[in-house]
């Protein structure tokens, strides 16, 4: 009876039974949607800070960058560039200069790698490896010959005879300056704990991966995409810092379309010995025991580590810009606002319709009580009809939702995403800055260095295709809120239809 | 079969109090034809009711059989009605989205009678008003009669003790009120049912062997 009264009910009461349908329908439909898109660009931005911080990094440790000193050239400044009068090769009064400075990065902070004796003596910590990012600045000119037009003097002095004589030399054969600033991402890392950080998230291309005999040793990995642009192949030397390196390999990012973590690798201690770096780090990547131990590690390593930066990949996942970020920024915000307001007009609409379906029926539950039913058996019933309606409402839900899913998959709308690192943004590739000087008189003094503001610069902009899941949470979270629906609008119902006393429902109508 | 001892029900229309019974003492005694008359908002329908175990008497016993109905609980109420009264109101009150079978049906529901008992007894109660035919026939595609037929059979499919009838006859021309007068006289011979009619109709109440008159809450003999 239950069943045949249930379905002649729904069948009898069309039009009641499709709105509430709908309304639930659209609602899990837009629940699906959102969570599965959210699935979606979560493991996008997975897979951009993969790029970055490497497989199976939990959390990172980096010093909170500072401003760098007042005419500080060392750490965290600006490459700074000094030549004496004698520097560089002269040819037709053309002085050719060159020089390649490795220093961390404008902002940089590095810190002592004691830190990473102190992570790896923290509980669960199962791996740790230690980075220094820094940036190779290579400044190449052309300027006039210092000492063409005087006795020791770099330039000729204002009122002076020499004045009368029109400049010469330099590359436009009147006394211009041209030069120009290159630079790329150098990671030192040390090549036996290759198992965590950057080089995790990397595909040997070409040659060979750093590894453990390595260490002291002028030799680096490149960037397969920067080593295409410089031009540079396996067997090649590469200048960093002013000494000559071996390239003994390529690597590819791991994502599509997306450059590795730095232009170029090369070993811890070299690194630090060649950017005057000497026992310093600028990043710890870290490895907990298990997924549910790295809230507890992050604690543990913030009260180790009180001056440091303690990030896991959740905390990391906001710092992921880009086109991505705003798609982040869009489900999480508008998305799941637009469900929960969808979501509550449905359980609404179910409610007030069911409601209103039981004033309706007063005479007929009444009549029903006088027969015999139960409170008890008309609640049943009740509520038994609701829960149809709302798991309608979901499996409608449900194909709608995944008609969704699948229409947003075969868009697969790119969303390109950068992530920062230790406060740096890493986006963008090798860098270069050119420029000239000219005209009459023109030239930089001798003696004198040139600075500039470089950006610190690593590649690591990834683009990545949205993929929106299919999961069997998704469904179960769809299936839970139909029969939740169902179940609260029937609940409500129910218990209005039990407070019914037979003889005024029957007297209300009579 | 009832007894009814200084039965009052009094409650609240807007400001006022209303004595829908006051003080009834009433007996009436197993397989007797009963008819209540009096005029609109006498208390004829509120009488019904407490010997329907509809709604509980603000004082006084109503007792059917050894069961005092006035302090029973609800649970215990509902199964004294679903096994030993029936009901025929003035309007079917059929329901409007299940056959005339099913609609008998709802009637065993609550005493737990089995599907294929079910579905017999009901042939058998429709059979008896004379609506073998219109089993599967759902109450919109019924005359007034033949739908109060089947809220007759759906009264006695149970087989109940009493059966109490709110004008039922009421919605009905005269041709087809004889016809359910005719069913409700044989039912009640055949059965020994104690029939209990609220009517207005004279006709009607002239069938029964005792006439009650009730005015004012207070309940007298004629």
Redesign the interface.
């Known amino acids: ?1 239950f069943f ?2 249930l379905r ?2 729904l ?3 069309r039009r009641q039974t499709a709105i509430i349908a709908i309304g639930m329908a659209l609602a899990i439909a837009l629940v699906i949607i959102v969570n599965s898109v959210a699935s979606g660009v979560k493991s996008a931005q997975a897979s951009v800070l993969e790029s970055v911080y490497g497989v199976g990094t939990d959390i990172t440790v980096a010093q909170s960058p500072t401003p760098p000193e007042e005419g500080e050239g060392g750490q965290g400044g600006r490459p700074r560039f000094e030549f004496d009068a004698g520097a560089g090769t002269t040819t037709d009064g053309t002085t050719e200069i060159s020089q390649s400075r490795l220093m961390a990065g404008f902002g940089a902070s590095t810190f002592d790698e004691e830190a990473l004796d102190t992570v790896l003596g923290v509980d669960d910590v199962a791996a740790a490896s230690a980075t220094l990012s820094l940036t190779n600045t290579t400044f190449n000119g052309e300027m006039p010959q210092f000492q063409q037009n005087g006795e020791g003097t770099a330039q000729a002095a204002p009122g002076t005879d020499a004045q009368a004589e029109p400049p010469q030399g330099g590359p436009d054969g009147a006394g211009g300056s041209a030069f120009d600033v290159d630079s790329f991402s150098v990671l030192g890392l040390d090549p036996s704990a290759d198992a965590i950080g950057p080089l995790s998230a990397v595909t040997l291309a070409e040659g060979r991966t750093l590894d453990a005999d390595d260490a002291g040793a002028n030799v680096a990995v490149l960037d397969a995409d920067y080593a295409t642009s410089a031009e540079l192949a396996v067997g090649d030397t590469i200048d960093i810092g002013g000494t000559e390196f071996e390239v003994v390999g390529t690597v590819t990012s791991n994502a599509a379309d997306s450059a590795s973590a730095s232009n170029v690798y090369i070993p811890l201690d070299v690194a630090q010995t060649l950017s005057g770096e000497e026992g310093m780090i600028s990043n710890v990547y870290v490895q907990a025991a298990s997924s549910t131990d790295i809230a507890q590690v992050q604690a543990d390593l913030e009260a180790a580590l009180p001056d440091a930066t303690v990030s896991t990949q959740e905390d990391l996942a906001s710092s992921v810009s880009g086109s991505l970020s705003t798609a982040s920024a869009l489900v999480s915000n508008l998305g799941l606002w637009l469900s929960l307001a969808v979501l509550v007009a449905a359980f609404l609409i179910a409610i007030l319709f069911t409601i209103s379906g039981v004033t309706r029926r007063t ?2 539950f ?10 008890r ?1 008309i609640v049943g019933q009740v509520a038994g009809e609701s829960l149809v309606q709302g798991l309608i409402g979901g499996a409608l839900g449900i194909a709608i939702g995944l008609i969704g899913i699948v229409v947003i998959n075969l868009v697969a709308p790119t969303l390109s995403g950068s992530a920062s690192s230790g406060g740096f943004d890493l986006a963008g590739g090798q860098g270069g800055q050119g420029g000239a000087t000219g005209g009459e008189g023109g030239g930089a003094q001798g003696g004198r260095g040139f600075g500039g503001p470089m950006a610190q610069t690593a590649a690591a902009t990834t683009e990545v295709a949205l993929n929106a899941p299919i999961t069997v949470s998704v469904i179960a979270i769809a299936v839970g809120i139909a029969v939740l629906g169902g179940l609260l609008a029937g609940a409500i119902g129910g218990w209005r239809a039990s407070r019914l ?3 005024e429902a ?2 209300s ?2 | 079969m009832y007894t009814l001892t200084k039965l009052t029900k009094t409650y609240r229309q807007g400001n006022r109090t209303v004595h829908a019974l006051k003080n009834v003492d009433l007996t009436i005694a197993a397989g007797q034809h009963v008819a209540i008359q009096g005029p609109t908002g006498g208390g004829k329908s509120t009488l019904l009711q407490m010997l329907g175990g509809l709604d509980r008497p603000t004082s006084g016993t109503i007792t059917i059989g050894a069961d005092d109905l006035s302090q029973m609980p609800d649970a215990r109420l509902a199964k004294i009605r679903a096994r030993e009264i029936g009901f025929v109101f003035q309007g079917f009150n059929l329901i409007p989205t299940l056959t005339a079978q099913e609609n008998v049906e709802t009637a065993l529901e609550p005493l737990g009678v089995t599907v294929e008992q079910r579905a017999k007894r009901a042939t058998a109660a429709l059979a008896s008003v004379g609506l073998a035919d219109r089993a599967g026939h759902l109450p919109s595609e019924l005359s007034g009669g033949q739908q109060q037929r089947v809220a007759i059979a759906r009264a006695l499919v149970k087989e109940p003790d009493v059966l109490l009838a709110d004008e039922p006859t009421g919605a009905l021309d005269e041709e087809t009120r004889d016809e359910i007068l005719d069913i409700l006289d044989g039912l009640r011979r055949d059965r020994g049912l104690t029939l209990i009619v609220v009517t207005h109709d004279s006709a009607v109440a002239r069938r029964a062997e005792r006439r009650l008159h009730i005015k004012a809450g207070t309940v007298t003999e004629r």
């Open positions: 009876m045949t009264y002649r009910e069948a009898g009461r005479r007929e009444g009549t029903l009580k006088a027969i015999g039913w139960s409170d058996r006393r037979p003889a029957l007297r109508v009579g």
